[in-house]
């Protein structure tokens, strides 16, 4: 069984390899709160290949024995999905086919999804104050600075731009929000996350430090948003 589990894939005593990667990013992310109770989770692209955090494990648990591999040219039916590595006990994560568009749909080499209380809020806030808003913005913060311009563009946004960052509905299962992020995708083409009402983000980026980077650039601003708007005060602004 050993060699048609392929566990080489997973062993690696280089730190910034994916199996490795995944399992410390992970911890930390369970430190922060974001992927609480074995919610949430974190995919890394390298060329064609896709490693992903298990299922229903607690995500500052996991090993690089428990990553999922697969070839992403080799997804053809979303139904049937082919492992080149399947961990025998555990279960694929029910975020993978959301994972797949990030890389598939936007060249992404990492795409973090947390269940962040920070972005839950902001999906409240966004639900009661403006029936049907789809969009989160803000502008003139400094740390707009952190994101990338958007996809296929070169540099970052600057301190006067407006962030925008698309909602989509929730669904009682994950898998079925696919179709929502891919419009999403496309109505916003520049964006680099993804919040799901009453559930959580998704953010992806170029790199794994790209996408760390803008994750936590986006946990900061929904923290300041949500106290900006206990203070009345509002998110975007006409300075110049
Ligand atoms: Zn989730």
Known sequence: MADSDNDYLVQSPDPQHPANL?????????????????????SIR???????????????????????????????N????????????????????????????????????THSQWAVLITLLLERQRANTKVFEINNIEQIKGFARGFGKEGNLGYHDTLRIPVIENTPFEE???????????????????????????VWGDTVHKAKTQCESLDYLFQLAVEMHKLSLPWLSNII
């Open 176 to 202: 079925d929000l696919t179709d929502s992020l891919e419009k999403a995708m496309e109505e916003f083409p520049d964006t680099c996350a993804v919040l799901v009402r009453r559930h959580g983000i998704y």
């Open 46 to 76: 390298d060329d064609d290949l896709v490693y992903l955090a298990p299922s229903g494990v607690s995500k500052e648990l996991v090993k690089p024995a428990d990553i999922f591999v697969l070839e992403l040219s080799k997804q053809v």
């Open 78 to 113: 979303q139904k049937e999905r082919i492992y080149l590595r399947k961990p025998p006990v555990l279960k694929p994560s029910q975020c993978t086919p959301l994972f797949i568009a990030a890389f598939t749909k936007r060249n992404a080499g990492c795409c973090i999804h």
């Open 22 to 42: 995944i399992p410390e990013l992970c911890a930390k992310f369970w430190h922060l709160g974001w992927v609480t109770g074995t919610g949430g989770g974190t």
